[in-house]
């Protein structure tokens, strides 16, 4: 059966973004070996608690993007120009208002923590920056323009190992290790912003809910924090430890969830519902089949693994190496049918994601004994948030259609 032409283009953009995100994988992951490997444990425990919480201050760059993503697809001949002046007036006020709050009450969350008083600062700018970076790929996913994004994400990222690599050259300074991870993504904004045009015929209003937008910024900040809040609550002892096993993790994790953004574009042009649900299987089964073969390669080369990245060190954390590729694989899969649910509107799934943040800090808070209960603790979040997820799907966009089916036909 021939393939249909959107469905092809769909495809050749997913494997396109495959290719460009193995390549920004590989480079972000080198970062993250030269600070492993070439740094005291005390700047990795550090750093690694201090990416958690960038990766919580970036959840609001993530939610524009797709707010913008979707209301350009929706909207037929929409004016870019007056949407990306307005997107970074109020953004930009947002993100400054946010910035000055974060750093005016850091002394709440630093006051037995010392050592990352010195961090409050280069955060607040990258929560700042988080509000604007976006804006340009956002608009460019709403056109589907993947491949110059693809480009985008990779001459980011390039810059970002550029700044890592003379941050660790000057003896780890977190600071800038810090700042490596927010002004690639602006200096990128400045670059591609003026290019962003539509023609002077095009005159409908891009209309941004703002609602929705706080309503996707609280779910993707829930659905972070299986692989943030476990950095902040595992106790001192085990943070250096864990932080590079969770780095292994997160490399299995972002190369699997690379084509996100491109199902979340398709599905913002897309009207058809039936096609809706077949983009969603052809993603997540591709970011399955991603996971699993890199979780193998990990169980076949971790001595190697633990060689290259870490120098030797940790090498205890590498028999965990196989089970924390694939639950972080099915992590990428649940990140998969989240997108779907909040680009459909679906956001009582928050519910899902309140219920497994509130299950994780009870058992990191309570139930962590040695190395091993850590694991175990996020082997049971993971399961628990991937079985509600698939029930969730079934129930809403399964079940419940079968069922508004059956009252028509009767």
Same mark, same amino acid.
């Given at each position: 059966?021939?393939?249909?032409?959107?469905?092809?283009?769909?495809?050749?953009?997913?494997?396109?973004?495959?290719?460009?995100?193995?390549?920004?994988?590989?480079?972000?992951?080198?970062?993250?070996? +030269?600070?492993?490997?070439?740094?005291?444990?005390?700047?990795?425990?550090?750093?690694?608690?201090?990416?958690?919480?960038?990766?919580?201050?970036?959840?609001?760059?993530?939610?524009?993007?797709?707010?913008?993503?979707?209301?350009?697809?929706?909207?037929?001949?929409?004016?870019?120009?007056?949407?990306?002046?307005?997107?970074?007036?109020?953004?930009?006020?947002?993100?400054?208002?946010? &910035?000055?709050?974060?750093?005016?009450?850091?002394?709440?969350?630093?006051?037995?923590?010392?050592?990352?008083?010195?961090?409050?600062?280069?955060?607040?700018?990258?929560?700042?920056?988080?509000?604007?970076?976006?804006?340009?790929?956002?608009?460019? !996913?709403?056109?589907?323009?993947?491949?110059?994004?693809?480009?985008?994400? !990779?001459?980011?990222?390039?810059?970002?190992?550029?700044?890592?690599?003379?941050?660790?050259?000057?003896?780890?300074?977190?600071?800038?290790?810090?700042?490596?991870?927010?002004?690639?993504?602006?200096?990128?904004?400045?670059?591609?912003?003026?290019?962003?045009?539509?023609?002077?015929?095009?005159?409908?209003?891009?209309?941004?809910?703002?609602?929705?937008?706080?309503?996707?910024?609280?779910?993707?900040?829930? !659905?972070?924090?299986? #692989?943030? =809040?476990?950095?902040?609550?595992?106790?001192?002892?085990?943070? *250096?430890? #864990?932080?590079?096993?969770?780095?292994?993790?997160?490399?299995?994790?972002?190369?699997?969830?690379?084509? &996100?953004?491109?199902?979340?574009?398709?599905?913002?042009?897309?009207?058809?519902?039936?096609?809706?649900?077949?983009?969603?299987?052809?993603?997540?089964?591709?970011?399955?089949?991603?996971?699993?073969?890199?979780?193998? =390669?990990?169980?076949?080369?971790?001595?190697?693994?633990?060689?290259?990245?870490?120098?030797?060190?940790?090498?205890?954390?590498?028999?965990?190496?196989?089970?924390?590729?694939?639950?972080?694989?099915?992590?990428?899969?649940?990140?998969?049918?989240?997108?779907?649910?909040?680009?459909?509107?679906?956001?009582?799934?928050? *519910?899902? =994601? &309140?219920?497994?943040?509130?299950?994780?800090?009870?058992?990191?808070? +309570?139930?962590?004994?040695? +190395?091993?209960?850590?694991?175990?603790?996020?082997?049971?979040?993971?399961?628990?948030? =991937?079985?509600?997820?698939?029930?969730?799907?079934?129930?809403?966009?399964?079940?419940?259609?079968?069922?508004?089916?059956?009252?028509?036909?009767?």
């Amino acid at each position: 059966m021939p393939i249909e032409k959107k469905t092809k283009k769909y495809i050749i953009n997913l494997l396109l973004t495959t290719v460009f995100g193995g390549v920004i994988g590989l480079i972000n992951y080198l970062f993250n070996i +030269f600070l492993a490997r070439f740094s005291t444990e005390d700047i990795f425990a550090i750093y690694s608690t201090a990416i958690g919480v960038i990766y919580l201050l970036q959840i609001p760059a993530t939610s524009i993007q797709n707010i913008l993503t979707k209301y350009v697809g929706e909207t037929s001949k929409g004016d870019l120009s007056k949407l990306k002046v307005n997107s970074i007036i109020n953004f930009g006020i947002i993100g400054l208002i946010l &910035a000055f709050i974060f750093y005016s009450c850091s002394s709440l969350f630093t006051e037995n923590m010392e050592s990352f008083l010195q961090l409050i600062l280069p955060l607040s700018v990258t929560l700042s920056l988080a509000f604007l970076s976006p804006i340009s790929k956002g608009i460019l !996913l709403g056109k589907e323009k993947i491949i110059i994004v693809n480009l985008i994400l !990779l001459g980011e990222t390039i810059l970002k190992f550029g700044i890592g690599y003379f941050a660790i050259k000057m003896g780890g300074k977190l600071e800038l290790l810090i700042l490596a991870n927010a002004v690639p993504a602006f200096l990128s904004l400045l670059v591609t912003i003026p290019f962003i045009k539509s023609p002077k015929s095009y005159k409908n209003k891009i209309k941004i809910n703002y609602r929705e937008l706080i309503l996707m910024i609280v779910s993707l900040l829930l !659905l972070s924090t299986p #692989y943030t =809040l476990d950095l902040i609550l595992v106790p001192t002892i085990y943070k *250096a430890e #864990y932080g590079a096993l969770s780095l292994i993790g997160k490399l299995v994790y972002f190369a699997a969830i690379t084509v &996100a953004y491109v199902m979340f574009a398709r599905l913002s042009n897309e009207k058809n519902k039936k096609e809706d649900l077949k983009v969603l299987c052809i993603t997540s089964l591709l970011t399955a089949f991603i996971g699993i073969v890199l979780s193998a =390669l990990l169980f076949f080369f971790k001595d190697l693994v633990i060689n290259l990245a870490f120098g030797g060190k940790y090498s205890s954390v590498s028999i965990y190496f196989i089970i924390f590729g694939l639950i972080m694989t099915s992590y990428a899969v649940v990140y998969m049918f989240a997108n779907f649910f909040f680009n459909k509107n679906s956001y009582w799934y928050v *519910a899902i =994601l &309140a219920i497994t943040t509130i299950l994780q800090i009870v058992l990191l808070k +309570f139930f962590v004994t040695d +190395f091993f209960s850590i694991v175990r603790d996020q082997i049971i979040v993971y399961i628990a948030l =991937l079985v509600m997820t698939v029930l969730y799907f079934l129930f809403n966009f399964v079940f419940k259609k079968d069922e508004q089916k059956s009252k028509k036909g009767s």
